[in-house]
């Protein structure tokens, strides 16, 4: 069984093109997608059509898919919404919160709450891996061996005490992002990069790779940079954020 996971591609057309020709290498027997598709200031109906193309098994909707859809809508999502029509905004809206796929539990942030990280918590001005015990408390109650997460854009693999994984593959097409606020904070993977993950299941149990795929992050830089948004302008050129 090898199942590819998309998370977080956030309206990044090239970014995700860029994945999709990777995956045909890859040959995965199952496409699954954690949610955020369009939000944010770069080419969403592209992402739309790319999207309608794919074969992706699954999807569940992320925090920004339901604020899109549903509201209160914040700058990434009026960035967005301009871009895409009322079917795709309804579409968004009857996605689940959370699904199953054999041996493998998909939610966007945790199985509770789309809007809250999994495997990562504040700590300074950026995020951290969570303390062990919190990770296990989210996943109580679960009985799938895989659990699968994204929203935070950190690609991390956790092994809960009695041997179940939980994995976010990173983000598709956000690599980074600053959250403003009296207490501001900013994430960055480093580098500009495409991430999505393979998983395998095999005798000894299930491999994880994090697939880090290169792709001309140019225009993306250039449309992000048109419409005023320069974080995602310069995270996308580098896969870096200020001094992050
Ligand atoms: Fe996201």
Redesign the pocket.
């Known amino acids: 069984m090898r199942l590819a996971v998309l998370?977080?591609i956030?309206g990044n057309a090239d970014a995700l093109a860029a994945v999709l020709a990777d995956l045909k290498g890859q040959a995965p027997d199952a496409v699954v997608n954690l949610?955020?598709l369009y939000?944010g200031p770069l080419d969403v109906a592209r992402t739309c059509d790319l999207l309608a193309g794919a074969r992706i098994d699954l999807t569940v909707r992320?925090?920004?898919d339901r604020m899109l859809a549903l509201g209160p809508r914040k700058p990434w999502d009026a960035a967005a919404l301009p871009h895409l029509t009322q079917a795709t905004l309804t579409a968004l809206a009857a996605l689940p919160a959370t699904a199953v796929l054999g041996d493998v539990f998909l939610c966007?942030g945790t199985p509770q709450d789309d809007a809250t990280f999994w495997l990562e918590q504040r700590s300074g001005r950026g995020l951290v891996r969570a303390p062990l015990a919190r990770i296990e408390a989210l996943a109580q109650g679960l009985a799938q061996r895989v659990l699968l997460c994204?929203?935070s854009?950190v690609a991390r693999t956790v092994r809960l005490g009695d041997g179940r994984l939980v994995v976010n593959p990173g983000?598709v097409g956000?690599p980074g992002?600053q959250v403003p606020g009296t207490d501001p904070y900013a994430v960055c993977s480093g580098s500009n990069h495409a991430v999505y993950a393979v998983l395998d299941h095999g005798p000894a149990g299930w491999t994880v790779a994090h697939r880090q795929v290169p792709y001309d992050t140019a225009p993306a830089v250039a449309l992000a940079r048109a419409r005023g948004f320069d974080d995602w302008a310069q995270v996308l050129a580098t896969g870096w954020l200020g001094e992050t």
């Open positions: 998370s977080d956030h949610g955020d939000a992320g925090n920004h966007h994204g929203h854009h983000s956000c992002y």
